[in-house]
């Protein structure tokens, strides 16, 4: 009786062949990898910070308090800084209960399964940054006069890949909305025409 062989699944990982769990191992290790490459540099400073920062007001307002206490939070205890692009976490402690807490100065949306973190303003940035025609270089030069700290290329780039997707997925909804009305405007030509006939 003729039987069916059963060929074996061979797994390589960089033209070597390993076995199945080392390889699920090694596909785990990549997507890790890239995961924690998405997320933005912090930079990392002690003390009040220097320099102009972009603050939303409101953001900020709503969270000077102590997540511990509830008490007043002031700028003035503020113990450094966490910045990533143009937004940051500021650390200040509580005189109340010491308590060292991380207030953010705009807003920002937490990582989930499949969107990435971001601030706001970062992504505004790379918008105006676009919108106007420029790039990270000149862009830079531009806060630099401003007194506010740049943007690493890393972040630039990030937000004009999130800017850009967002841009296409308009234009084309503007084009099939332009398109739609381009085709109305026909059929009532049409009728028109139809009437003069
Ligand atoms: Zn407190």
Redesign the pocket.
Same mark, same amino acid.
């Given at each position: 009786m003729w039987r069916a062989k059963t060929e074996k699944k061979i797994f390589k990982w960089k033209n070597e062949i390993v076995s199945e769990q080392l390889y699920n191992s090694r596909l785990k290790q990549r997507v890790n990898g890239k995961k924690r490459k998405i997320k933005d540099k912090e930079e990392i400073c002690e003390g009040l910070p220097e320099g102009i920062r972009h603050v939303d007001f409101r953001v900020i307002v709503e969270n000077l308090y102590?997540i $511990?206490? $509830?008490?007043n939070l002031f700028l003035r205890n503020s113990e450094g800084e966490k910045r990533r692009g143009l937004g940051s976490f500021l650390m200040i402690r509580?005189e109340?209960?010491?308590?060292l807490?991380s207030v953010l100065t705009s807003q920002f949306q937490s990582a989930t399964e499949d969107r990435q973190s971001m601030f706001d303003i970062n992504a505004r940035c790379a918008l105006g940054a676009i919108h106007s025609g420029l790039g990270c270089t000149q862009l830079n030069k531009f806060l630099a006069v401003l007194n506010v700290p740049p943007l690493s290329q890393s972040i630039y780039k990030r937000y004009e890949k999130i800017i850009g997707i967002a841009v296409e997925a308009v234009a084309e909804e503007s084009c099939l909305a332009a398109a739609k009305e381009e085709r109305q405007l026909t059929v009532e030509k049409m009728e028109e025409l139809k009437k003069l006939l």
């Open positions: 102590c $511990k206490c $509830k008490e509580c109340t209960c010491l308590y807490n």
